[in-house]
């Protein structure tokens, strides 16, 4: 019974600890993934955003400038 109870702790801990490990290993190795995707998510946000709002930008500038000519 003693040997019993023992070995169903030991499971348990044995399981926590397991379970500790693998989601500091995970973390560790996930952060950097999830960062160089943010980063290149971020590049190409940017160079799209600049795609398609600098010729809105170029026209609002000039348009009041061309106007009064």
Do not use: C, E, F
């Amino acid at each position: 019974m003693v040997a019993k109870l023992s070995g169903k702790a030991g499971a348990k801990i044995a399981s926590k600890t397991g379970a500790t490990l693998a989601g500091k290993i995970g973390s560790q190795l996930l952060d950097p993934i999830v960062g160089i995707g943010i980063i290149i998510w971020d590049v190409w946000d940017y160079h799209n955003t600049v795609k398609v709002d600098r010729p809105i930008l170029h026209n609002n500038v000039l348009s009041p400038v061309t106007s009064r000519s």
